[in-house]
């Protein structure tokens, strides 16, 4: 799958599966007469275009384009964290599969409109129930997602290499905070899904998603 957007600062973000990431620098090769590769920055020798890839989670060590294509035959288990102030989800996936996960829905109040001491004595209210959503959070985080880290687990090839976040970054920052998830922290990808609220089944397209490989293109 190939979705794409612009980018902030010019040009557009393409999103490839990687399934899909060969035929795709074919193309570029096709359409640019040819390309060269500088790391992971292919330039269009017919007029320049520039195309930067940036490789999945789990595979920071990829620094060029054979590197990368190599990486993705057999695709690193990565964990994948999606919260929102009423719901989290935590799982681990080998490639598309996820094979332990857990979600889960909190109450947290919505504002309201009332002045004076109802509305501090609700805004209390739904803090206390947002603090209690985020530690509860932790704990799923905790026993879904801890047992496959790197040193936990025996076989080094089995461990999660990377941690992808999703969802209201206010939240998945007050989850890292709590130190037990520190080893989980130290793996977290820069890169933030876009998430509706965890479900099951949101996870899923977000491991999907996580697995892109994303191409900033120049123009």
Known sequence: ??????????????????????????????????????????T????????????????????DVNTLLAGI?????????LARKGAVAAGVADGTTITVSKVERFYVQGRTAAGGSSQQRYARR????????????????????????????????????????????????AILTDRRLSPLARLRHSHLLESAEPRLAVLADAVVAARRIRVHLMP
């Not at 557009?12 to 035929?23: F, T, Y």
């Not at 269009?44 to 620094?63: C, F, W």
């Not at 035959?73 to 964290?81: G, K, N, Q, W």
Request: with cysteine; glycine share 10%; charged share 25%.
């Open 1 to 42: 799958m190939v979705k794409a957007r612009p980018a902030a600062d010019g040009g557009r973000w393409v999103e490839i599966s990687p399934e899909r990431i060969r035929g795709w620098l074919d193309g570029f090769y096709r359409r640019h007469d040819g390309a060269t590769e500088q790391g992971l920055v292919l």
């Open 44 to 63: 269009g020798v017919s007029n320049g275009d520039i195309a930067t890839l940036y490789p999945p989670p789990g595979l920071a060590e990829a620094k």
């Open 73 to 81: 035959i057999r695709p690193p288990r990565i964990a994948v964290l």
């Open 126 to 173: 739904r803090a206390n129930q947002a603090q209690a959503a985020t530690q509860r959070a932790a704990e799923i985080a905790a026993r879904v997602m801890l047992p496959h880290v790197p040193g936990v687990v025996a076989d080094p090839h089995d461990a999660v290499r990377s941690l992808v976040c999703g969802g209201d970054r206010s939240m998945i920052e």
